[in-house]
């Protein structure tokens, strides 16, 4: 079955950490550019992170640099968001993205609150 599956989100403090990872099955993971992205309510989903296939490339948005890093493990089929210094304002649902495929994961909700 082709999917994603995002896990570890939760609610953390400001100033807290949290790491997601995603699950990919179904398609060859490591030809596949991976991105996270994240959405709140009454906003458009925007890009957190991409990755390239083997890693050797990362972007990230301008709000999230040097505080979340992105990763994967081509045999787990895995990529990570690694997540720093989380603020009030990275509270949202987030998502795993194969572009390439248009393959989305379900999300998990990320809640940062004091």
């Known amino acids: 079955q082709v999917q994603l599956v995002e896990s570890g989100g939760g609610l953390v403090q400001p100033g807290g950490s949290l790491t997601l990872s995603c699950a990919a099955s179904g398609f060859a993971f490591s030809s596949n550019i991976m991105s996270w992205y994240r959405q709140v309510p009454g906003k458009e989903r925007e890009v957190v992170a991409v990755i390239s296939n083997f890693g050797g490339s990362r972007n990230y948005a301008e709000s999230v640099k040097g505080r979340f890093t992105i990763s994967r493990d081509n045999v787990q089929n895995t990529v990570y968001l690694q997540m720093n210094s989380l603020k009030l304002e990275d509270t949202a649902v987030y998502y795993c993205?194969?572009?390439?495929?248009?393959?989305w994961g379900q999300g998990t909700q990320v809640t940062v609150s004091s």
């Open positions: 993205n194969a572009p390439r495929l248009g393959l």
